[in-house]
């Protein structure tokens, strides 16, 4: 007989869990642990087992995420129009959400099951029963009601969406968000001179002038002592790029860095840009078996166009991955064009999603999510000379 549990510490888990994560780190108990000692002060995390008579053979994270308009909108230079909109919106998605996946990185890290004791159909059947189970719950235990369900991220060739008529008959609508953006490893990019030789004239200028502009700069890993010494620092570092995106779930707690450090131990890496021994700049990495993902960054804003921080950061990521034989750079989303002009690819991703008001429209929350996450046009650059890819 199939049936789920759930769970709202890492430490009820069964003992099988970490052995059905071992392919993905951010399913992984280490990764877990670190986010529950320092979640966002606006995020309850659940934790979904489903069972096969006794035996484990799927997982999900789900998050309670209890969103208002400050926590949402912190850029408030904005003008009467905009922020007549913003207010519009978030008289709609204020509230609570239930969301199946991670939210603190792009890309598919909320479920699991083995195809080979489950269908999707049974797998996905169960979560909707716990979906139902929490929705119940978090209305009697704090009176709250949920306002919006979304399953959260998706690549175009991702199994998840052979099960339409599930979304369909559940109301979910799918949303085209922005891209993930990848770098894929070439074979022949055995160190970082190979990946810098493969750049067309125009870009490896580009690499050098940064480089010069970043020659008064020392970047270092930081170990375990040092992140929690510094915390405070490398919080207002994070905060100064995490408030200038606008838009925000979420915000770090301040021992967000320590304690992924302290969990993750070396699959954690933490490396900050010194300027005349003054951290200045940071930027973290999480080594998912072959695949190396690019996590949270931060900055001295006024620092950072004198001295290409951000792109450097990229390329120093890029170098990292090669060094270290990852097949994949995964650099998440957002500032696309510059992402691209290091050779990482945009690579489409969906999210479903409804709200529970029946009233509210889905084509109305489909529209918030655009302005939300908004499709943006940029061009994308090709940084690379033509025999290199």
């Known amino acids: 007989?199939?049936?789920?549990?759930?769970?709202?510490?890492?430490n009820k888990l069964p003992n099988s869990w970490d052995a059905l994560a071992e392919h993905d780190i951010f399913l992984n108990t280490a990764f877990l642990k670190g986010l529950e000692r320092s979640l966002p002060s606006n995020i309850t995390s659940y934790y979904l087992g489903v069972f096969k008579a006794e035996k484990l053979v799927g997982i999900a994270i789900i998050k309670r995420v209890e969103m208002y308009a400050d926590d949402i909108f912190r850029n408030h230079k904005n003008s009467i129009i905009k922020?007549?909109?913003?207010?519009?919106?978030?008289?709609?998605?204020?509230?609570?959400?239930?969301?199946?996946?991670?939210?603190?990185?792009?890309?598919?890290?909320?479920?699991?099951?083995?195809?080979?004791e489950i269908s999707q159909s049974e797998f996905l059947n169960q979560l909707k029963k716990a979906l139902q189970h929490l929705r119940a719950k978090i209305k009697s235990d704090f009176n709250k009601k949920i306002r919006i369900i979304a399953f959260k991220d998706y690549f175009e060739n991702d199994a998840i969406h052979n099960s339409a008529e599930f979304f369909k008959t559940n109301n979910l609508y799918k949303v085209q968000v922005q891209p993930n953006m990848v770098l894929s490893v070439l074979d022949g990019w055995k160190t970082p001179e190979d990946y810098v030789l493969s750049f067309n004239k125009k870009y490896k200028r580009r690499y050098k002038t940064a480089r010069k502009k970043a020659s008064s700069l020392k970047c270092k890993a930081l170990n375990e002592a040092y992140i929690k010494a510094h915390s405070e620092t490398l919080f207002e570092l994070y905060e100064t790029v995490s408030d200038h995106a606008g838009v925000n779930s979420f915000k770090l707690h301040k021992s967000h860095f320590y304690n992924l450090k302290l969990s993750l131990g070396e699959k954690f890496k933490v490396f900050g840009f010194f300027l005349n021994e003054q951290l200045v700049g940071f930027y973290t990495l999480i080594l998912n078996n072959d695949i190396l993902e690019t996590y949270f960054l931060g900055y001295n804003k006024s620092l950072q166009r004198k001295h290409q921080m951000y792109l450097n950061m990229l390329y120093n990521m890029a170098f990292y991955g090669i060094e270290n034989s990852f097949k994949t750079i995964v650099y998440a989303r957002t500032a696309m064009e510059i992402k691209s002009s290091i050779g990482a690819k945009p690579k489409t991703m969906y999210v479903?999603?409804?709200?529970?008001?029946?009233?509210?429209?889905?084509?109305?929350?489909k529209c918030i999510v655009k302005y939300m996450n908004p499709i943006r046009k940029w061009e994308e650059r090709h940084p690379f000379k033509p025999d290199s890819t």
């Open 1 to 10: 007989m199939i049936h789920y549990n759930i769970y709202n510490t890492v």
């Open 352 to 365: 479903y999603l409804k709200h529970t008001n029946s009233f509210i429209a889905n084509t109305v929350l």
């Open 83 to 116: 922020q007549l909109a913003k207010q519009l919106v978030s008289k709609i998605i204020r509230g609570n959400a239930l969301i199946v996946g991670s939210l603190m990185h792009t890309g598919q890290h909320g479920i699991y099951f083995n195809a080979l």
